[in-house]
């Protein structure tokens, strides 16, 4: 017993050494998600405004597009330690400074397995050669983690992207397009992509990637302010 109050005042300093451990690893675990993305020529922009329009009209529902959010192809989209921005940012600028606007075809209104609309984009050469360079450039600055989401775990090829850059859709998994609705009601999606058969932006149009951006991107991967976008050279 004599030894209690000994212990006491031992276990007291362990304890908050504890407390103070868990609360430091937490804070170095705090992240954000960045999204580095491709935008498109006017011309595919106003198309992707022209089928919003016909959404609303026909469902009464507003795309990204429609709510101010920036329409873009991802390009690498992870998990980087808070206060990475800048650094991300540095070398987005300089490989936009080394690439050149490049010809890009869309290929229609795409309801995704995932109940997602999408505008698909021809993935050329010259837009999978740039989603690898992005990668290469800024996988070393992300967060690290093992974790696979459960949709994930039994495709081999997007847990080896996963865990070797933090991104199921990089590499031969990059499957460029413009996101135009979230998960949605799929009889909805059935009817409009029924609808638009006939119409322009569900057929191929020929545009150019002009700019590569970077932002902060929330829980559906859309960017409302980009950080910052750097025009590509003509």
């Not at 405004?49 to 429609?66: C, I, R």
């Not at 775990?153 to 460029?176: A, D, H, L, W």
Request: aromatic share 10%; charged share 25%.
């Amino acid at each position: 017993m004599r030894y209690s109050k000994w212990l006491k005042f031992i276990a007291i300093p362990v304890a908050l050494g504890i407390v103070f451990a868990i609360t430091n690893s937490l804070r170095a675990e705090e992240t954000d998600k960045i999204n580095v993305f491709c935008v498109m020529s006017e011309n595919i922009e106003a198309e992707v405004k022209v089928a919003s329009v016909d959404l609303k009209v026909k469902e009464n529902v507003e795309t990204f597009a429609l709510k101010g959010y920036q329409p873009h192809c991802t390009l690498y989209m992870t998990a980087y330690p808070k206060g990475r921005e800048k650094m991300v940012g540095a070398i987005v600028k300089r490989i936009a400074k080394g690439t050149k606007q490049f010809f890009i075809s869309t290929t229609g209104i795409e309801v995704a397995s995932s109940d997602w609309l999408f505008m698909g984009l021809e993935n050329n050469k010259k837009l999978q050669s740039l989603c690898n360079k992005i990668c290469d450039k800024l996988a070393f600055l992300r967060a690290k983690s093992d974790y696979v989401p459960e949709w994930a775990k039994n495709m081999p090829e997007k847990v080896k992207c996963i865990k070797n850059y933090g991104s199921p859709n990089v590499f031969s998994q990059f499957n460029p397009h413009l996101t135009l609705l979230p998960k949605s009601n799929i009889e909805m999606l059935k009817r409009f992509k029924e609808f638009c058969t006939e119409k322009n932006y569900n057929k191929p149009v020929m545009g150019k990637v002009v700019a590569i951006g970077y932002g902060f991107a929330d829980r559906d991967g859309q960017i409302k302010t980009p950080i910052e976008v750097f025009p590509l050279g003509e």
